[in-house]
């Protein structure tokens, strides 16, 4: 029984050590750098190095994966893409995924902010013309 629960506990250790490193791998930001995305998109995905390429940073997650996943199968063939084909083609669907909600969450607080500012004048016009 004791090398039972000896087995069991090496076996939960090893499980929990390899899903952290999973997780720790999945890493958007990360990956972002290692896959030398911030070369052409810059470090904080919106200052490209040069004005065609697109600036990344609060992009929808869905958008994102959808143009990364037509790159990589060669669907999406036009512009820039045989420079992307190269990177995305080394890519899996878990850190596609992982970039692009990254990304995402770069425009979060841009976007509230806006929103607020919005919400804000919205309640001035409307007092505006009660």
Known sequence: ???LMKAVATGIYLAV???SGVAMAIDGAKLY???TCNICHGDDAKTPFLP???KLAGQNKKYLIAQMR???TGARNNGYTATMKGVVSLMDDNEIE???EWLESLGTKTEQALETKQEAWQKEELQYFR
């Open 1 to 3: 029984m004791n090398r």
């Open 52 to 54: 065609d390429y697109p």
């Open 33 to 35: 750098k290692d896959k």
């Open 17 to 19: 050590s390899l899903a």
């Open 98 to 100: 992982a970039i692009a």
């Open 70 to 72: 037509d790159i990589k």
